[in-house]
């Protein structure tokens, strides 16, 4: 099943095309990877689902991203719930400098959702339970976040997207700041929360394409080459272009 | 450089006469040699130069400290405190009581505060987080010329145009602390934007980016993520603001109507005519004979101000060095 269905999209910064033509689909409960070298469009792409480029002047969409059926382009739609909706991580860990409690806190306060602070409590809990976190931070909670290393923050700032459970989460690079052990943890974590979240993940690592994802799109100037499960990408190549840059001769 | 164009420092004056008189001299080992010495002897230079800058700052504060006390510790020796902090300012009686002075300062430094700071805030969170570029490109300069007007020019402007509103409205004389406020405020507000400004722009881009992400709207993300970062900065410029309201003299002088005595408390205060420690000091500075003790209450004056203001610069850097350590944004 579709969540999200991408039909002729294409993508401008003032007149630079950065994205033509893309047609995919992200599935349900399933980790999407998009590879392809620096500047082809993937981080751009990956910003579109949740309309982060609308912070940035001059930019214009073409086409549909349709998310359960439902364009998030429309003129209609709300960023601030689509943002709910779809969550985001970004490359380099980016907690807010306050407290590790209020990090997570902060989605569900700004929501509105709770109206106790034992819920509050219990959805910090359960959200850094599901980022891999709380054995780490259980009684360091008002401690700032900053204080963490690099790895436990790129989990913090999963824990504060999931405590506003939202159906997708897009990472963007999420690991390419943290060593290979912190790397490890965040992709491992990433097979655990497939299970409730779509997950959309963009990665300059092939590796870990190969290793974490189920579906792999590979984007080349601003065009999808190609798009199929991650073991047929990656054994099976289609297209000269994909294989040769999966093979390192290219890019 | 050449070797001949530069002056020989590390040589003695003969020798120096001797070489440029020679013109300029092969490139033989020894010169090699004292080429060297010269860059050294230079690095030395200036290094001196610019460490005695430095010392030079700190000996000039603390002689007009020293200088201030001399003339100023007499006040407080000769007269009982009761007096010197009593409500009564006649000089001409012999009674120096600084305590209307102080309320005058207080009330017309809280009133440019009240003022100034929410304005200034508000400004500089609309400049640096909300305006469109082209905006900012206008309303800039004209912060930047707000900042260049002379504090005489604003003190003309408030006794010819806010004056007569104030005294429309039922006050007893245009002249009041709150029309000296008023001025005050406009005064310090460039300070506060600016700074204010920097402090916000100083938030990395990813917070916001983080804030959005989660679904926050543009204000919520200003209010609890980039503001907060921000804070150390933003208590920098509201002091700097302070600071820039209690010593200004000339403005106030002209508006605040000059009367050295104590308002009633409450909000009416502000609607009375006061006199600052800032407008006392230049008012009867020229017309005491030096050395008489009128002359060493003024300096006293300048010590009590003076007490203040660096408090006010302690109380700032506390606040701002306490708890932003960890910060990498948001600070100056």
Sequence with gaps: MNKIEVRNFSFFYGDFQALSGLNLPIRKNQITALIGPSGCGKSTFLRCLNRMNDTIDGTRAEGEILLDEQDVYAPDVDVVDLRHRVGMVFQRPNPFPQSIYNNVAFGPRILGTTSSGEDLDEIVKESLKSAA???EVKHRLQEPALALNPGQQQRLCIARTIAVKPEVILMDEPCSALDPVATLRVEELMRQLAEAYTIVIVTHNMQQAARASDWTGFFWLGKLVEFNKTGDLFTYPKEDLTESYITGRQG | MNEHNRPHTSTEGTSMKTRE?????????????????DQSASELIIENLIRLSGISVIVVVTLIFFFLLREGSAAFLDIPLRQLFGSRWYPIEGLFGLWPLMVGSFWVTIGAVVIAVPLGLTTAIYLGEIAPLWQREILKPFIEVLAGIPSIVLGFLGWVALAPIIQNLGAPSGLTAFTGSFILAY???PTIISITEDALYAVPKEYRDGSLALGATQWQTIWRVVLPAARSGIVMA?????????????????????????????????????????????AEMGEVAQGSLHYNVLFGI????????????????RLVGGRGKRRPGGRL
Excluded: C, D, H, Y
């Design chain 2, 21 to 37: 008189a020679s013109g300029p001299s092969k490139m033989t080992a020894r010169s090699l040699w004292e080429n060297l010495k």
């Design chain 2, 238 to 282: 509201i002091m700097l603001g302070i600071g820039r309201a209690i010593g200004e003299t000339m403005a106030v002088m002209l508006v605040t109507g000059n009367a050295a005595n104590i308002p009633e408390f409450g909000f009416g205060a502000l609607f009375q005519p006061i006199r600052t420690m800032t407008a006392t000091i230049a």
């Design chain 2, 302 to 317: 300048g010590i009590v101000l003076f007490v203040v203001t660096s408090g006010i610069n302690l109380l700032a850097t």
């Design chain 1, 133 to 135: 976190l709380w054995n």
């Design chain 2, 187 to 189: 005064m310090s507000l």
